[in-house]
């Protein structure tokens, strides 16, 4: 669906909260009291009434709209710039977009939708064949000085560990050409280089019977422990991008969006706009169905309670 389609097809709110709940419709709600899944809708006061305990839960809740006062069309609009948009929006640009007067709202709505995006790539494991690297993003953060003084940002760099789930191309690899085909990419960011918390990454995001292949930092000399396979090799560093030539085209390519997004990035939010990049690469084959997976993504009752935000 285009702009100018989408725009005539829910261009007022009643329609767009009508989408919202036929998709929590098909997601289905669970009751907070007690769990139970089925439910009357109550349309005078717009709730769901549970058939067991009779609880009441409004159409927001247990969503990515809860405790949200933007309209729901606010909502839906950002989740098709977010998605229908190849290089994603700024917060500063969606505000100008919706007609908005307050800026932080939008900020957070946005912020709200990367961690959506999150929560449905952590649901996944890459296997097979994996390339993992770090690498640096640059970031500032705000400590707080002395008191009545400002807080001052300082700049410095983020730590993130890529990884690229990757299939050897069938037959002869031609000059030039990577030799392999990329399929799925996750970028986690670490408190510290620690091979503890590579290795939780690891596990976290890839399959024990993977095989990993990685340079020989003795950061990484521990993930043996946690796949079946680690293949370790001591790569120059002008021959890094040949050696893992996927991770490293996603680090740039993440980088340039990242900077067409937000010139400067918060530490604590760097991991939502990576989200939102890799929820993206992982889907770009997904078309016009990215909308409706967002969709979906966003008023799934597992949302709440993992919330990586907050109002810095
Ligand atoms: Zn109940």
């Known amino acids: 669906m285009n702009f100018i389609d989408f725009a005539k097809f829910y261009s007022d709110e009643s329609t767009c909260k009508t989408l919202f709940k036929r998709y929590r419709d098909k997601v289905g709600v669970i009751c907070k009291k007690c769990g139970h899944k089925e439910h009357y809708w109550i349309s005078t006061i717009e709730q769901y009434q549970c058939k067991k305990c009779s609880f009441r839960t409004t159409l927001r809740s247990g969503t990515v709209m809860e405790a949200s006062k933007l309209p729901y069309q606010y909502w839906v609009y950002a989740i098709f710039f977010m998605t229908m948009t190849k290089k994603g929006m700024s917060a500063l640009e969606m505000q100008r977009q919706l007609g908005h007067k307050r800026y932080q709202p939008i900020w957070e709505m946005m912020h709200k939708l990367r961690v ?15 390339e993992l690297d770090d690498a640096f993003f640059k970031t500032y953060n705000e400590e707080p000085q002395e008191k009545n003084k400002r807080g001052r940002g300082s700049s410095g760099q983020s730590k993130v560990i890529v990884m690229s789930k990757i299939e050897p191309k069938v037959g002869r690899p031609k000059k030039h050409r990577k030799s392999s085909k990329f399929r799925y990419v996750k970028m986690i960011v670490i ?77 604590f939010y760097l991991q939502n706009y990576l989200n939102e990049y890799c929820y993206k690469v992982n889907r770009r084959l997904f078309g016009n169905n990215l909308f409706e997976r967002l969709m979906t993504a966003a008023v799934e009752d597992a949302w709440y309670g993992k919330l990586v935000y907050d109002n810095g």
Do not use: C
């Not at 740039?252 to 010139?263: D, E, F």
């Open 116 to 130: 959506s995006m999150g929560n449905r790539d952590s649901q996944y494991k890459l296997d097979g064949m994996i």
């Open 191 to 267: 408190p510290n280089s620690s091979s503890n918390s590579i290795n939780s990454v690891v596990s976290d995001n890839i399959d024990d019977t993977a095989t990993i292949k990685s340079d020989g930092w003795r950061g990484f000399s521990k993930i043996r422990n946690v796949v079946d396979k680690h293949i370790s090799k001591v790569v120059l560093p002008h021959e890094a991008s040949k050696a893992l030539p996927w991770v490293h085209t996603m680090i740039s390519n993440a980088k340039r969006t990242l900077l067409g997004i937000n010139h400067n990035t918060k530490d």
